[in-house]
């Protein structure tokens, strides 16, 4: 059986037990999902958008959908448990997509943070408003996804809110016995003259093999501003799919930054529309592998309105026979005068296996901007290597602070402190097992 009429399949004896939900309108954008898979199917290296990134690996299992049942000797690791109390931020955790209600640590607040699971019966008006309106099915991934898409979080800043602690969203995946997809479908709304911060951490609960594949949408309304974070730091048997959608109001904030160390194979999908005049956005992103692991980073500025501004940039430190994309797109429409775009990537290869395909893009259809952009892959100097040995320091600590040195560029715009130095400790771990 093929992926496709594997997982078609299971949608189909899934609907068997949803009884009253069949009819519902959030049900219809399941189906319609679900012929756009039939339709679209998986993709291959024959597109474009996936010329780098074979999703073969992952595509020769048939992973199980991950249906709401009994987690409840799963927990969470005390680490990460320090880092929520020290941050002061409220945690939702969600066990293979599915929300853990007893795991959670969430404080009453203005702030609204539930399981899209919960909305969807209590208020559907509001997720049809939102849900699927800003993430287009391009692919098998999303289609598949939406067509899966029970639970989540739901996270909801209202008007003039500004946020007295983040929002911690905990992903963890896998199962001991069975291969399991998990399908967590985000929903995040920043209302007019708000302000959030939005952590996501995906972690693994085995070495088993499994996929996440997921799909986050912000809305930010007019005024608003929000800062993102996704930490990807799942086992080396894993599978990462992420499509991460911003649709930005005049004169917003929305600033993400991107950490990917774990996974077999991970495919980020950054995309923003600055679709209001004096919008700003920036992307911030490290990605760090060893062994075979590939990583495909794929980002969208597209910017809709004049008299806005962009900043990109990512870093990324390869070893052994690992495999890197990086595809950064810059797009100005027609009406998008003074348009300032900037997008910098610069890539560290440590074996002479590892790889990295980098391609910069800008399509201008404006005449009054300024938009520059940049890609180098090079390996350590020598120079500065031998600067450091003049100064009685080893040849491997020298090299790993030159490393560490390329990769804090990206750390250092981690403005919470617990969270910064908590990244700078699982990098500089991964760093030391290369």
Not at 81 to 92: F, Y
Not at 225 to 245: C, G, M, P, R, V
């Amino acid at each position: 059986m093929s992926n496709k009429e594997w997982y078609i399949k299971n949608f189909e004896q899934l609907e068997n037990s949803l009884n009253g939900q069949l009819s519902s309108e959030v049900h219809n954008i399941r189906r319609k999902a679900v012929s756009e898979l039939a339709r679209l199917d998986f993709p291959t290296q024959r597109n474009e958008e996936w010329k780098y990134t074979n999703p073969a690996p992952l595509l020769k299992f048939n992973f199980v959908p991950a249906v709401k049942s009994n987690y409840d000797n799963a927990n969470v690791e005390p680490e990460i448990i320090k880092l929520v109390e020290k941050l002061n931020a409220d945690l939702a955790v969600f066990i293979n997509g599915h929300f853990s209600n007893h795991l959670s640590r969430l404080n009453d607040g203005s702030i609204r943070i539930e399981c899209l699971a919960s909305v969807m019966k209590k208020e559907p008006e509001l997720v049809l408003n939102n849900l699927a309106k800003y993430a287009e099915i391009e692919n098998g991934f999303t289609a598949l996804n939406t067509a899966f898409a029970f639970d989540g979080a739901f996270v909801h800043a209202p008007k003039d809110y500004i946020a007295e602690r983040p929002v911690y969203l905990l992903y963890l995946s896998g199962d001991e016995k069975k291969l399991l997809a998990s399908q967590p479908r985000n929903l995040i709304i920043a209302g007019e003259n708000s302000q959030v911060t939005i952590i996501e951490d995906y972690r693994s609960l085995s070495d088993n093999a499994h996929f996440t594949n997921v799909v986050t949408e912000i809305s930010l309304g007019e005024n608003s501003i929000a800062d993102y974070y996704q930490i990807q730091n799942e086992n080396l048997n894993s599978f990462h799919i992420s499509k991460t959608q911003i649709h930005q109001r005049r004169n917003s904030n929305f600033t993400s930054n991107f950490i990917s160390l774990g996974g077999e194979l991970i495919r980020n999908d950054l995309n923003s529309v600055l679709d209001g005049e004096g919008s700003e956005c920036t992307y911030n992103g490290l990605y760090i592998t060893g062994g075979t692991q590939h990583i495909d980073n794929h980002t969208l500025m597209d910017h809709a309105k004049p008299h806005c501004q962009s900043n990109e940039l990512y870093k990324g430190i390869l070893g052994g026979k690992t495999k890197g994309v990086f595809n950064g797109k810059v797009m100005v429409r027609k009406d998008a005068q003074k348009t300032n775009a900037y997008q910098s990537n610069k890539n560290i290869i440590l074996s002479n296996e590892a790889l990295v395909n980098t391609k910069p893009q800008l399509e201008i259809f404006a005449d009054d901007v300024r938009c520059t952009h940049g890609a180098t892959v090079g390996q350590l100097s020598e120079d500065e290597i031998f600067y450091l040995r003049a100064r009685g320091i080893d040849d491997k600590d020298a090299r790993q602070m030159l490393v560490h040195a390329f990769a804090n560029d990206v750390i250092d715009l981690i403005k919470p402190d617990p969270l910064r130095e908590y990244v700078n400790q699982i990098v500089s771990e991964k760093l030391d097992n290369l």
